[in-house]
């Protein structure tokens, strides 16, 4: 059950982003856009209460349980920054506006970028490390618990190996190729 509902929460979160943008931007109804928004979060708070209650109702912890919360700390640390992503290709493609602006590629901009990337990998893996603890706690040593033990190292390793990536961008910062450095400092004719 506790699968179905993530799922569902996952096609729920597209299925409000795309409404919300949508409306905003072929309709003009930013209000009601907004609002859609705004239902964004319950969805997770939805899959946490759920996730509690299958818990307390005696189910033995699985990894049901450790992907849920994990799922719930990557919206917590990369939702708001999907949604502003998307709302800028939106606004291009649907509002008329300015193709927006991707990532930097080279140098320390794009280590600075990557740094602020995996500080969301952090805050998700706290979010999910702290969810998982507190199951851990309600389910006491009861029950088996090796399965949220096992993912709060999964969240520990995903915030060790994007951590070694970013680090490899400020040690190594990749630079632009020659023929671009090349554009960047020849004139250009106008007629």
């Not at 992503?85 to 927006?100: E, S």
């Not at 500080?119 to 490390?129: I, K, P, Q, S």
Request: hydrophobic letters at 50%.
């Amino acid at each position: 059950m506790i699968v179905a509902l993530i799922i569902a929460c996952e096609v729920g979160f597209w299925v409000l982003l795309a409404l919300a943008l949508t409306v905003r931007y072929l309709l003009k109804w930013r209000r009601t856009s907004v609002v859609l928004l705004l239902c964004e979060p319950v969805l997770e708070l939805v899959l946490f209460v759920v996730t509690a209650i299958d818990l307390k109702n005696g189910a033995e912890p699985g990894w049901e349980h450790g992907l849920a919360a994990l799922y719930i700390g990557f919206t917590v640390g990369y939702g708001h920054y999907v949604i502003r992503w998307l709302d800028g290709h939106a606004a291009h493609r649907l509002g008329g506006g300015p193709r927006p602006a991707g990532p930097p590629k080279y140098g320390m901009a794009r280590a600075r970028h990557e740094g602020r990337l995996w500080t969301r990998t952090v805050v998700a893996a706290g979010v999910a490390l702290a969810l998982l603890q507190a199951a851990l706690w309600y389910v006491g040593d009861d029950g088996n618990v090796e399965s949220l033990r096992s993912f709060q190292w999964v969240a520990l390793r995903a915030v060790g190996i994007h951590g070694l990536v970013a680090l490899a961008y400020l040690i190594w910062p990749k630079k632009a190729p020659e023929t671009e450095k090349r554009a960047e400092r020849e004139p250009v004719e106008t007629r």
